[in-house]
């Protein structure tokens, strides 16, 4: 956790900053978590986005069902 919020203040707050209201800080978070969990690269998954990781995996695995399910 320390990481995610070491993260969060370097990318986030300290070069957006100095933050005018509390109303700021929450917009501007709402739209890092979005972007943390969506579309940023993740290298430690081939440096593609986490949602596109993610289709392809559940794309994969649904194959594979139908598969098992059909013999």
């Known amino acids: ?14 070069p957006r900053g100095p933050w005018k209201n509390l109303t700021g800080v ?26 596109e990781y993610e289709a392809a995996y559940y794309r994969q695995n649904h194959t594979e069902l139908q598969v098992t399910a059909t013999t």
Not at 1 to 14: D, H, N, P, R, V
């Open 26 to 51: 929450e917009l501007a978070t709402a739209q890092y978590v979005d972007w943390y969990n969506t579309t940023r690269l993740h290298g430690e998954i081939g440096h593609v986005p986490p949602d």
């Open 1 to 14: 956790m320390e990481s995610a919020i070491g993260l969060y203040k370097t990318e986030l707050i300290k």
